[in-house]
């Protein structure tokens, strides 16, 4: 919230005298994230406490109960635990206000996105449970023992045991965690409610959930972009770090984080692999989809990976600039907005839709191993198992010092390439035939026809950049990808 009535949501403004709160002249996301009343609660929100109350009334007036998108489970499942969250932090709800969220609770409680599952049921038993706490009538029991019946079954179900969130997106990871120290925080402020087992379970999952975001972060402190991921939609990372030293929720290996040797992490559950080596960050994905039944934020990236060399970023896959079922979602869902290996024209997972997947690639045969040189990481998929051939894509990382060698495979050989997306504050040069340079570092396709061209990223929803990518057919149904580079000193 920039000024009063006006807004920035998605990369997109909007001031709210001239577009109100309902009505098709802004997308449906954007609408929600008018609704959700984030900025009650955001930096130097206490400088704006006057601009929120005139903005909560403005709501009140022009929204009764049902109005869509107002009271969409999931709108208003954010929107109450931020007006929760308002009031703890010491200010005097109107009359009107807390009639409101009534209203708003009794309608979420019969209205649970169970044809959602996922983030979405999550958010509402949240909700229940934070309006559950506000209010002292038998309902409001009702609505605090619901949610926390559902919370009890969705977060061992969501949070994997090596901390990740299992719909394999590291930006609803952060939400996911946010959402977990919210209720650990709730149980300080309301420690009467909430039995003290279901608060050491909380604590012990934050840990882990912890430990698993900042395992999927870069050196710049911010999460990779795995699947559908985008900055500026969950809080930053360090504010969350922050927001759990507050809490005394330390970071924690989950029971399936696998430790290779002293620079390799496998977080085995969820399917990703950190290394670290000589100013490297290396971050490879050998996971599934997503859940088989909800596999609504997947992307079709299987062995996709993401570099950091010096402290910024160098490979990266496409990110997230837009949902909805658009031609522009399909494509950045698609193969080729990531650093993996396409296989003529086809996917290497059905995606459809915005947020759909037919058939979809599986990992096989994942292995990490140590050497004396360094440590490398080798996966194959079926995912091109329907086209003709079945033709089969196998992986192999090899990290040694300051060097990553990434080597492809598809057999039987078919037509495919292997493309590797740069972050676009990267310039690259052309240094020879199969020879590229940018700034300490050198890039060889040691075996492949490589060519410089064009792809697209997008950091933020509402944001597409252009940037570099090479791209390097496979020979034979080979290719190999060497990058060498200078460690800082």
């Known amino acids: 919230m920039l000024a009063p009535g006006s807004f920035h949501f998605l990369?997109?403004?909007?001031?709210?005298?001239?577009?109100?709160?309902?009505?098709?002249?802004?997308?449906?996301?954007?609408?929600?994230?008018?609704?959700?009343?984030?900025?009650?609660?955001?930096?130097?929100?206490?400088?704006?406490?006057?601009?929120?109350?005139?903005?909560?009334?403005?709501?009140?007036?022009?929204?009764?109960?049902?109005?869509?998108?107002?009271?969409?489970?999931?709108?208003?499942?954010?929107?109450?635990?931020?007006?929760?969250?308002?009031?703890?932090a010491g200010h005097s709800p109107r009359p009107e206000m807390m009639q409101s969220m009534a209203v708003q609770a009794r309608h979420l409680a019969q209205d649970l996105e169970y044809h959602l599952l996922g983030n979405h049921l999550l958010a509402n038993a949240k909700a229940l449970v934070f309006a559950g706490s506000v209010f002292e009538a038998a309902e409001a029991e009702e609505w605090r023992n619901c949610g926390l019946k559902i919370l009890a079954r969705e977060i061992p179900e969501q949070v994997l045991p090596?901390?990740?969130?299992?719909?394999?997106?590291?930006?609803?990871?952060?939400?996911?965690?946010?959402?977990?120290?919210?209720?650990?925080?709730?149980?300080?402020?309301?420690?009467?409610?909430?039995?003290?087992?279901?608060?050491?379970?909380?604590?012990?999952?934050?840990a882990e959930m912890r430990f698993w975001l900042e395992s999927m972060?870069?050196?710049?402190?911010?999460?990779?972009?795995?699947?559908?991921a985008a900055?500026?939609?969950?809080?930053?990372?360090?504010?969350?770090?922050?927001?759990?030293?507050?809490?005394?929720?330390?970071?924690?290996?989950?029971?399936?984080?696998?430790?290779v040797g002293d620079s390799a992490i496998w977080l085995r559950d969820s399917g990703y692999v950190r290394i670290e080596s000589s100013g490297a960050v290396l971050l490879?994905?050998?996971?599934?989809?997503?859940?088989?039944?909800?596999?609504?934020?997947?992307?079709?990236?299987?062995?996709?990976?993401?570099?950091?060399v010096n402290g910024e970023r160098l490979i990266v896959n496409g990110g997230t600039s837009c949902y909805g079922t658009s031609a522009e979602r399909l494509a950045e869902r698609g193969t080729r907005a990531h650093s993996t290996v396409t296989v003529g024209a086809a996917n290497s997972s059905e995606v459809w839709g915005g947020?759909?997947?037919?058939?979809?690639?599986?990992?096989?045969?994942?292995?990490?191993?140590?050497?004396?040189?360094?440590?490398?990481?080798?996966?194959?998929?079926?995912?091109?198992?329907?086209?003709?051939?079945s033709p089969r894509h196998k992986r192999t990382w090899q990290l040694d010092g300051s060097s990553l060698t990434v080597s492809d495979e598809v057999m039987p050989a078919s037509e495919a390439v292997a493309q590797y997306l740069f972050h676009p504050a990267r310039r690259i040069s052309v240094s020879g035939p199969a020879g590229f340079n940018l700034d300490r570092i050198k890039i060889d396709a040691l075996c492949g026809d490589a060519q410089l061209t064009t792809g697209k990223h997008s950091a933020e929803f509402g944001r597409k950049e252009d940037t570099a990518a090479l791209h390097v057919r496979l020979v034979g149904g080979h290719a190999h990808l060497r990058i060498v580079w200078q460690p800082l000193q």
């Open 162 to 206: 090596d901390g990740g969130n299992f719909e394999l997106s590291t930006m609803y990871h952060a939400l996911g965690f946010e959402d977990v120290l919210d209720l650990i925080n709730l149980s300080l402020a309301k420690p009467q409610l909430i039995d003290s087992r279901t608060v050491a379970y909380w604590r012990r999952t934050a």
């Open 231 to 259: 900055l500026g939609i969950a809080p930053p990372v360090d504010e969350l770090l922050r927001y759990a030293d507050a809490l005394g929720v330390s970071g924690n290996p989950g029971r399936g984080v696998v430790a």
């Open 284 to 308: 490879c994905d050998v996971a599934q989809v997503g859940p088989d039944y909800l596999p609504a934020h997947g992307h079709a990236d299987t062995l996709s990976f993401e570099l950091s």
């Open 11 to 88: 990369n997109q403004p909007g001031d709210l005298a001239e577009i109100g709160w309902k009505d098709d002249r802004r997308e449906l996301l954007w609408r929600y994230n008018q609704h959700y009343f984030d900025d009650l609660n955001a930096l130097h929100a206490a400088e704006r406490a006057d601009m929120h109350q005139d903005l909560i009334d403005n709501w009140l007036a022009d929204n009764s109960a049902g109005d869509r998108p107002a009271f969409d489970p999931y709108p208003t499942s954010l929107r109450l635990v931020n007006w929760c969250k308002w009031l703890f």
């Open 217 to 228: 972060c870069h050196p710049d402190g911010e999460i990779s972009n795995f699947n559908d």
């Open 355 to 389: 947020f759909r997947v037919a058939r979809r690639a599986r990992p096989i045969g994942v292995k990490v191993e140590e050497s004396a040189t360094g440590v490398s990481v080798s996966a194959a998929h079926d995912g091109y198992a329907r086209l003709p051939g």
